[in-house]
């Protein structure tokens, strides 16, 4: 009998976009699917539309269960509430206006099936708001999987087919009330020593929209995120030492990680912020120097970023900006 996999759906004022999420499960031609759709208290009767797209569906393959959150909490608490009652061996995450392609389930379950790899990443396609589209096709990597991540791969958590059983062992939830939660929960799956395989196929449409958390500028929104990107980071150092990582590639994913939130705060032009962000990475991620020459499989490439690194910090701002990660 096929593996049994949860889609969990949070639903929060989509109500332009709900309807063809569901409508992207539902032509699934995987055969045995539970959706798990979550009711944050949407003001915008997205409920209302999702409960009519599940009436309609005439199949067998797919359990709809819905779950209501007392009051409006988070994407976050969401998708705990989520985990807490999922019935499938694997999980897949699934925000509520994006879709998924029709064999999206059954491609990740079938390399999930080669290597019995407890996280398959999937590829996806992003949307543009002019009406273009780009690839992100996830590959491994040759190197450290840290190495690669947000290169080779993205650390979102949707278009994940996930071990149930590997997150409930180590009890990996979503941080609530912040944002880049996605961050932090990968970074857990990675310290945790979770066994990835990935799949070129793209299973995934992402669309960007302006009213997203992602996109929106108001100062509001950003003091919020820039609190958020230091309990990340602060969050990631503790994981990093709670499972005695200390890899090269973990390190360098911390640090990465300080300087994208670096250039995230200085494009919406808060200088002070952007650069409070890079000393983070500078400081308080010690890059060992026996790294430079030790014996191992990092390209030489690898090691020229250890050098960039190690500049002084006004120099190597300037510097590490202008060079390609």
Sequence with gaps: ?????SIIIPVYNVSQYVEACIGSVIRQDYPRLECIIVDDCSTD?????????????QGQHIVFRILRQPENRGLSEARNLALKHVAGDFVYLLDSDD??????????????ERSDADVVVGSHRKLLADGTSADFVSRPSKTDIFMSCDVSWSLVACNKLVRTAFLQQ?????????YHEDILWTYQLLCHHARFDFSS?????????????????????IEKRYRSCLLVLDKMKQCLHETGEQSLGALLLLE?????????????????????LFLYAKHQVLIPLKW???????LLRQRLKLVY????????YGLVSAFSF
């Design 45 to 57: 009767g997205s409920m209302l539309l999702a409960e009519r797209a599940i009436k309609a569906y």
């Design 99 to 112: 879709e998924i392609s029709e064999q999206c389930i059954s491609q990740l379950v079938a390399v999930q």
């Design 201 to 221: 196929a793209i299973t995934y449409f992402y669309l960007e929209r302006p009213s997203s958390i992602t996109t929106n500028g108001q100062q509001q929104v």
């Design 1 to 5: 009998m096929p593996v049994l996999v």
């Design 170 to 178: 180590h009890g990996l939830w979503f941080e609530s009330g912040i």
């Design 292 to 298: 430079l020459w030790r014996p191992s499989a990092f």
């Design 309 to 316: 690194r190690l500049l002084p910090n006004r120099l190597g």
């Design 256 to 276: 990465r990680t300080a300087r994208m939130m670096s250039c995230m705060m200085y494009a919406a032009g808060e200088r002070e912020k952007s650069y409070a």
